[in-house]
């Protein structure tokens, strides 16, 4: 069983940015960012494989946010940059079970089994 726990939301203006925290029980292969606004699915922001370090974007953030990973403190980040209104959501920290990659399915949330108790990310105009 790996526990994530999500910190750094809150609200910003439209430009600002923002860094999510996921304080991981224990890294698996595949952990990424997911996001969920108002009567909405939730889908796939950020993804990385931790051990190869390649990472995977959804086209509407790229070249905005950045995830990186904090190996001593087990900690995975979401750097958040640009920030637009459509950013808004709630924000959560998935992982998939060990030791599956994360590859071209890396935004279907259905295939993560470990979820965060997410972090509200609201950006006003």
């Known amino acids: 069983q790996v526990q994530l726990v999500e910190s750094g939301g809150g609200s910003v203006q439209v430009g600002g940015s923002l860094r999510l925290s996921c304080a991981a029980s224990?890294?698996?292969?595949?952990m990424g960012w997911f996001r969920q606004a108002p009567g909405k699915e939730r889908g796939g922001v950020a993804a990385?494989?931790?051990?190869?370090?390649?990472?995977y974007y959804a086209d509407s953030v790229k070249g905005r946010f950045s995830i990186s990973q904090d190996n001593a403190n087990k900690t995975l980040y979401l750097q958040m940059n640009s920030l637009k209104p459509e950013d808004t959501a709630m924000y959560y920290c998935?992982?998939?079970?060990?030791?599956?990659?994360?590859?071209?399915?890396?935004?279907?949330?259905?295939?993560?089994?470990?979820w965060g108790q997410g972090t509200q990310v609201t950006v006003s105009s």
């Open positions: 998935a992982a998939k079970s060990f030791p599956t990659g994360c590859g071209l399915t890396w935004h279907r949330s259905t295939d993560y089994a470990y």
């Open positions: 224990a890294y698996t292969t595949c």
């Open positions: 990385r494989n931790t051990g190869l370090g390649r990472t």
